[in-house]
């Protein structure tokens, strides 16, 4: 079943963050825990061309470090603990911040990515594109809603497209 809503930056990265199909917003994102599945089980949209790498662990590092890092030099400052008290307080808490965001932000970045055109998504997205416009051709839209044959998704240019005189 093809998706037809045109779906905007901020919910594609919501729909991620909550580990569901960008497109859709119903299907899971994730197999296992960092395991990215091929294709959305509702919607059928690929997922296996995605490249999030490590950025999502690069952006959970700067979450958790600015969230705790104030906190930690606030307690410290003001109640000054022992050590070995500090460290069974934050140490914990500091782990289970980042494996508790750590899905969730790979989620947002794989939505991200769905959401711009990167990578493969970009033929994923006019494929969907097609799929619009032939569906609005069979149905034609009801009176006050959205035309998307005048409003095709806009794609990010693909790299291999480059001016020859760069």
Same mark, same amino acid.
């Given at each position: 079943?093809?998706?037809?809503?045109?779906?905007?930056?901020?919910?594609?990265?919501?729909?991620?963050?909550?580990?569901?199909?960008?497109?859709?917003?119903?299907?899971?994102?994730?197999?296992? =825990?960092?395991?990215? *599945?091929?294709?959305?089980? $509702?919607?059928?949209?690929?997922?296996?061309?995605?490249? #999030?790498? &490590? =950025?999502?662990?690069? *952006?959970?590092?700067?979450? $958790?470090?600015?969230?705790?890092?104030?906190?930690?030099? #606030?307690? &410290?400052?003001?109640?000054?603990?022992?050590?070995?008290?500090?460290?069974?307080?934050?140490?914990?808490?500091?782990? #289970?911040?980042?494996?508790?965001?750590?899905?969730?932000?790979?989620?947002?970045?794989?939505?991200?990515?769905?959401?711009?055109?990167?990578?493969?998504?970009?033929?994923?997205?006019?494929?969907?594109?097609?799929?619009?416009?032939?569906?609005?051709?069979?149905?034609?839209?009801?009176?006050?809603?959205?035309?998307?044959?005048?409003?095709?998704?806009?794609?990010?240019?693909?790299?291999?497209?480059?001016?020859?005189?760069?």
């Amino acid at each position: 079943m093809a998706h037809l809503q045109q779906v905007s930056t901020a919910q594609a990265l919501w729909r991620g963050f909550t580990m569901r199909c960008p497109n859709c917003g119903t299907g899971k994102l994730f197999g296992r =825990f960092l395991k990215v *599945v091929d294709h959305c089980s $509702v919607c059928g949209e690929e997922f296996c061309h995605h490249r #999030a790498d &490590d =950025f999502p662990a690069y *952006v959970v590092i700067l979450i $958790v470090g600015h969230t705790m890092l104030p906190a930690v030099l #606030a307690v &410290d400052i003001d109640y000054a603990p022992p050590m070995w008290l500090e460290f069974l307080i934050w140490l914990p808490l500091t782990i #289970a911040s980042a494996l508790a965001l750590l899905q969730p932000t790979k989620g947002a970045i794989v939505g991200l990515q769905w959401q711009l055109g990167m990578h493969g998504f970009a033929a994923s997205k006019l494929r969907g594109s097609a799929r619009i416009q032939a569906q609005a051709a069979v149905d034609p839209p009801e009176a006050g809603t959205w035309n998307w044959c005048r409003h095709p998704v806009r794609l990010l240019p693909h790299h291999s497209k480059r001016r020859a005189s760069q």
